[in-house]
C-alpha cells in the first residue's frame, strides 16, 4: 500500500508537459548513459573489500573476487524482492559458508558488523552532504530549509544506530538483544524457530569479539571502504543529474543521493525503494529550487530503474549461470 500511495504522488506530480521534457531530456544524453551502470559496480567491489577485511578481522581468508560474485548474485534479491536486503543477508549467510567452508555464525557476525560500518559510515555521509549543500545554497533565495533538516536528522540517527550496534556488538549482546525482541511479538511458529537456533546464534555475538580483538587499525582500515561507498554511490547521482543538465552543484547533489539513500533504506519493505527515491527527488529538486526540478526528476527516475533492472538481469543471469556458487569449493 505504501508504495501505491508513494506512485500515486508520483503520478500528481508529473504532469504530460513533463513526461515530453524528460523524454527530451534522454534522448539529448545518448550513448553516456552507459555509464551510469559502472558506479553500481565499482561500489560492489568496494563492498566487497570491506567486508574482506572484516571476515580477516574474524580470522577467515576470503578472496575479494569471491565476495564480488556473491554480492553480484544477491543483488537481483535485494533490488527486486519486498525486504529484498533481508532476503540478500540470509543468501549471503548461505552461499558464503556453503561455498568456503567459513561457519554460518562467523558469516553472520560479519555482515552484522558490515551493517554496523555502513550505518557509522552513512552518518559521516549524509553529515558531509549536508554540510556541503548548506555552503553553496545558504542565502539564495527559492532554497526551502527542510533538506537540510533532514540531512542533519538522518546522520544523527544513522551515526547513533552504526554507534549503537558497534556497542552491542562489542559487549556480545547484538544478536541475542535482536531475537529476543523479535521472539516478544512475533508468532508461536518463529518463536519456535529462533528457540531452536538460540546456540547458533549466540556465537553470533561470541564470533563479533575477534573483530575488537584485531586492534583499532584493524577497524579503522574496516571503516574506510564502506565511506568510500557511499561517495562512489552519490557519484552515480552526479553523473546522472549531470548528463542531464542539472544545474546544481555537487554539494546539493550528494544531498539528493544521501536523502533518496535514507529514505530507501529508512522504507526497505518496499521492492527497490520504488516511489520512495522518485517522490524524494522531485521534492528535492523543487526545494532547492531548480527550475523544471518534474521534468529532470522524472529523467532521473527512468534512468535510475533502467540501471536497477539491468543489475537485477545481470545478477539473476550470474545466479543462474554459476551453480558452483552453490557447491562447496576453495576460497
Not at 554480492?71 to 529484498?84: H, M, N, Q
Request: net charge positive; charged share 20%.
Amino acid at each position: 500500500m505504501l508504495a501505491v500511495a508513494l506512485l500515486a504522488l508520483v503520478h500528481f506530480l508529473v504532469r504530460p508537459r513533463d513526461l515530453a521534457h524528460a523524454r527530451a531530456l534522454l534522448g539529448s544524453v545518448g550513448w553516456p548513459l552507459a555509464l551510469v551502470l559502472l558506479p553500481t559496480l565499482v561500489a560492489m567491489a568496494v563492498d566487497a573489500v570491506g567486508w574482506r577485511f572484516i571476515i580477516r578481522a574474524l580470522g577467515h581468508v576470503v578472496s575479494v573476487r569471491r565476495l564480488l560474485e556473491l554480492r553480484l548474485s544477491v543483488e537481483a534479491l535485494v533490488l527486486a524482492l519486498p525486504g529484498g536486503s533481508l532476503a540478500g543477508e540470509v543468501a549471503k549467510i548461505a552461499l558464503l559458508s556453503r561455498r568456503t567452508g567459513v561457519p554460518s555464525a562467523r558469516v553472520g557476525a560479519s555482515l552484522a558488523l558490515t551493517k554496523a560500518c555502513l550505518f557509522l559510515t552513512d552518518g559521516l555521509y549524509l553529515g558531509v552532504a549536508t554540510l556541503w549543500a548548506w555552503a553553496e545554497l545558504r542565502g539564495k533565495t527559492g532554497v526551502a530549509t527542510w533538506p537540510f533538516a533532514l540531512g542533519t536528522g538522518a546522520a544523527a540517527l544513522t551515526a547513533v544506530i552504526g554507534v549503537a550496534m558497534f556497542a552491542l556488538l562489542r559487549e556480545h549482546t547484538l544478536a541475542t538483544r535482536l531475537t529476543t525482541w523479535i521472539s516478544r511479538w512475533a508468532g508461536a511458529r518463529v518463536w519456535r524457530w529462533i528457540d531452536a537456533r538460540r546456540a547458533g546464534i549466540a556465537e553470533i555475538d561470541e564470533a563479533a569479539r575477534d573483530f575488537f580483538a584485531a586492534g583499532w587499525r584493524a577497524r579503522l582500515r574496516c571503516l574506510a571502504p564502506f565511506a568510500l561507498e557511499w561517495f562512489v554511490e552519490g557519484a552515480e547521482t552526479i553523473l546522472i543529474l549531470r548528463l542531464l543538465g542539472a544545474p546544481v552543484g555537487l554539494g546539493p547533489l550528494l544531498l539528493l543521493d544521501a536523502a533518496g539513500s535514507f529514505l530507501r533504506a529508512a522504507i526497505f519493505v518496499v521492492p527497490a525503494g520504488l516511489g520512495v527515491q522518485d517522490a524524494a527527488m522531485i521534492l528535492l529538486l523543487r526545494a532547492f529550487g531548480v527550475g523544471d526540478a518534474v521534468a529532470l526528476g522524472a529523467a532521473y527516475v527512468v534512468i535510475k530503474r533502467i540501471k536497477e533492472v539491468c543489475w537485477i538481469g545481470a545478477g539473476t543471469s550470474f545466479l543462474a549461470v554459476r551453480r558452483d556458487l552453490w557447491r562447496r569449493g576453495n576460497r
